[in-house]
Nanobody
Framework: QLLLVESGGGVVQPGGSLRLSCSAP????????MGWFHQAPGKPRNLIAR???????NYADFVRGRFTISRDDAENAVYLEMYNLRTEDTARYFC??????????????WGQGTQVTVSS
């Protein structure tokens, strides 16, 4: 079974940066579009960035220009570089292959995610 593992979160001040990593130990997602999702307190999980197998990217409006999704298929990893973080970015961040049924859905079971907290 494919399991997703996220890391790299932490507590930062507004304007700070973080780099999140996603991997699937023992499995490969190289054949899938991959995405990063976040779930803010009291809100549903939403897709915020995705990257195709060919490296083309798409972003939710509120992260475009601040976040960069990338992948390294040789390492079976997906990354999210986050810059100029805002308080509103505070959320738990998850990776998954986006499911066509909705922008908050992934095709595999969710991992633990990694917490990003942006606070003064």
């Amino acid at each position: 079974q494919l399991l997703l593992v996220e890391s790299g979160g932490g507590v930062v001040q507004p304007g700070g940066s973080l780099r999140l990593s996603c991997s699937a130990p023992g499995s490969s997602f190289s054949g899938h579009t991959m995405g990063w999702f976040h779930q803010a307190p009291g809100k549903p999980r939403n897709l915020i960035a995705r990257i195709t197998t060919g490296g083309r990217t798409n972003y939710a409006d509120f992260v475009r220009g601040r976040f960069t999704i990338s992948r390294d298929d040789a390492e079976n990893a997906v990354y999210l570089e986050m810059y100029n973080l805002r308080t509103e970015d505070t959320a738990r961040y998850f990776c998954n292959a986006p499911h066509y049924s909705g922008n908050g859905a992934g095709i595999w079971d969710w991992g633990q995610g990694t917490q990003v907290t942006v606070s003064s």
